[in-house]
């Protein structure tokens, strides 16, 4: 028997469906979800808590003529579904398949694209704006959840949102109750009081009564009315802090109670200004582990599945057995927190992400989670480093880029000896281009006085936090990839590096390969290959990225061989182009490439795939230097 989904192929086809049929829709989703996912990998989780939810949205919403923000995006699997993406599901994440988030050219009803949160209810303004100004008739919604609503940025679009006066409908997505619900048969009876429409044409015409009122007493009556609602709401539901802002408040509401959702969502959609409808959800729901374990099952991982497109990438580096990067955190900073109690660490959301999970929980009050707030959490810990701590920050390279401000006037201007490990630095892989971290040696490497770092391995993270620490005189960044360490010696005491100190791993007379951070082993890969062919290649671990070393790099000014530059970065105003300016300056007129990611946005797809598309894994490297060298 034929499923009923797959006799939907856009939201009009889910709108001609009879009512009673939509929770076998919605069984048939979750079922959907969690087969393909599963097996695939992705953001489980957060789709399964929003299934009745977006259901109920495309049942009473028409996309692409009404517009629905999503935030972040790894909530609307579900949405993918229900817009004609169903078929390719299985692709998500995958090299030339369907992206992981919102992607606006993927699909005519993703109206915003996002991989970033707390943005939706700055850009749902933006729309409702825009729709208001060209005298549009669209409904304009955002659903922000998991979360997203602690972010800075949300907090500074409701208050402009409320007091705009435009017509918005926020959907606040509430899975983890970060806001206290008063659940029950009164807030459900208040809930259907407030969206009825009798009562709000009753309402209004209250309102416009007591505006004919004479002069003061119609300004009196009307204060003595707000306050008698706003008493009434603040008793029964736990929206005040919105009404403050300027919103219509409605709920808690059940987010898995479909015919309800429906139902209110009608009721709401007639009232105009703007609203906030707060939903009540489960992560994870319809799948026990993920309910019990809805950290853990946010996302998961799966096996690489064919698209048709994928390239053959080089065999993978023999690799040893190594913990990843971010897995050997803890242990790391374990040392520096039992010896040093201005020691602390600091993280935005992004514990478990990170590794500092485990460390929280072994070390409590020694660990600050901010909550999706990046800025927040650079200024904050300048002020714990203006107040004599250490802090250690933990944020993904593509989420710092939130902070850049907080990192230059709060940081380094004040030359506070805060350290930045940047989690996810170069191709992370499946989130694609919202998630890459190719940016940060640009805009970090502009900024005075920041010391800025990249380990070729787990042994050289050790001894590059070690030298951070041992640094009082300013902010230091360390940058690593989701990956391999390559090399980690447990037990080995980590050194103190001198500043801006580079090494030759290889010494030869032929080319050079300067490389930083993962790209160190690809580079001893592509020396290997190269010398299997007769050509003796040098390669240096240019492990501070800034500020350089002089004494090599007058070496490297006399090398009368062609001399690379590899990083996984951008290359515009990257590592490539500061060591082309200090050659340059110490006379050197030799042949020098710049290896690194193009001016433009890496697609989402398996980290090696990605880095062979660039030409940056070992093979590559050595074919482009035997090109190079006329030998093909």
Not at 63 to 87: F, M, S
Request: hydrophobic residues 45%.
């Amino acid at each position: 028997m034929a499923r009923l989904i797959e006799s939907i192929n856009s939201p009009a086809d889910l709108r001609a469906l009879p009512e009673q049929q939509l929770p076998d829709v919605c069984r048939e989703l979750r079922d959907h979800v969690i087969d393909v996912i599963t097996q695939v990998g992705g953001h489980l989780g957060a789709s399964l808590g929003v299934v009745e939810l977006t259901v109920a949205l495309h049942r009473v919403f028409e996309t692409p003529r009404d517009a629905l923000i999503w935030d972040v995006g790894h909530q609307a699997y579900i949405h993918k579904l229900l817009t004609g993406r169903r078929e390719r599901f299985s692709t998500i994440r995958q090299y030339k398949g369907l992206s992981g988030f919102l992607k606006c050219a993927e699909s005519e009803h993703d109206a915003f694209g996002a991989g970033h949160a707390s943005t939706s209810i700055s850009a749902a303004l933006g729309f409702a704006e825009a729709a208001h100004h060209l005298r549009q008739s669209r409904h304009v919604t955002a659903i922000i959840g998991d979360g997203a609503m602690t972010g800075g940025m949300a907090m500074e679009a409701l208050n402009n949102a409320g007091s705009s006066g435009r017509d918005l409908l926020v959907i606040l997505n509430d899975n983890a109750m970060s806001i206290s619900p008063n659940v029950g048969a009164l807030s459900r009876t208040f809930t259907e009081m407030t969206t009825s429409p009798k009562l709000n044409k009753l309402r209004d015409q209250l309102w416009e009564a007591l505006g004919r009122l004479p002069g003061g007493g119609s300004r009196l009556a009307r204060e003595l009315g707000h306050r008698v609602e706003e008493s009434l709401h603040s008793m029964v539901t736990p929206g005040l802090l919105f009404d403050e802002l300027g919103f219509r408040y409605f709920g808690p509401v059940d987010g898995h109670d479909l015919p309800g959702l429906i139902r209110i969502l009608e009721r709401i959609k007639q009232i105009r200004g703007p609203r906030l409808l707060h939903v009540l959800s489960v992560k994870g729901k319809g799948l026990e582990v993920a309910e019990k374990n809805p950290v853990k099952y946010h996302g998961v991982g799966g096996k690489l599945v064919d698209t048709g497109d994928l390239p053959a990438p080089p065999p993978p580096l023999e690799r040893p057995s190594a913990p990843s990067y971010n897995a050997l955190l803890a242990g790391i900073l374990e040392p520096y927190v039992q010896q040093d109690p201005r020691v602390v660490a600091v993280t935005a959301a992004m514990a478990e992400g990170t590794g500092l999970a485990g460390f929280a929980a072994a070390h409590p009050g020694r660990v600050y989670d901010v909550g999706i707030a990046e800025g927040h959490a650079v200024t904050f810990s300048a002020g714990l480093a203006a107040a004599g701590m250490r802090p250690v920050v933990c944020i993904y390279s593509t989420f710092l880029q939130r902070a850049v401000d907080s990192i230059v006037h709060d940081v380094a201007l004040q030359h506070l000896p805060v350290l930045f490990l940047l989690d996810r630095a170069g191709l992370v892989g499946a989130d694609g281009p919202t998630h890459h971290g190719t940016l940060d040696i640009a805009y970090l490497a502009m900024i005075p006085d920041l010391v800025l770092a990249a380990p070729k391995d787990g042994d050289e993270l050790a001894d590059l936090v070690a030298t951070a620490m041992a640094h009082e005189q300013g902010p230091v960044a360390i940058r690593y990839p989701k990956d391999n360490s390559f090399h980690w010696t447990p037990g080995r005491e980590p050194r103190v590096l001198p500043l801006g100190s580079w090494e030759w791993l290889r010494r030869a007379p032929g080319p050079v390969l300067v490389a930083c951070g993962a790209l160190v082993q690809e580079a001893l890969e592509a020396a290997d290959l190269l010398e299997a062919r007769g050509i003796s290649t040098a390669v240096v671990n240019a492990r501070f990225l800034k500020p350089m070393d002089p004494v090599l790099l007058d070496e490297l000014a006399c090398h009368p061989g062609p001399i690379y530059s590899l990083e996984e970065g951008t290359l515009l105003n990257g590592f490539g182009v500061m060591l082309r300016e200090a050659l340059a300056a110490r006379g050197h007129a030799g042949p020098l490439t710049l290896l690194g990611l193009p001016d433009g946005w890496v697609e989402h797809g398996e980290r090696r795939i990605l880095l062979h598309t660039v030409g940056l894994t070992g093979v590559d490297l050595a074919k482009r230097v035997e090109q190079d060298l006329g030998m093909r």
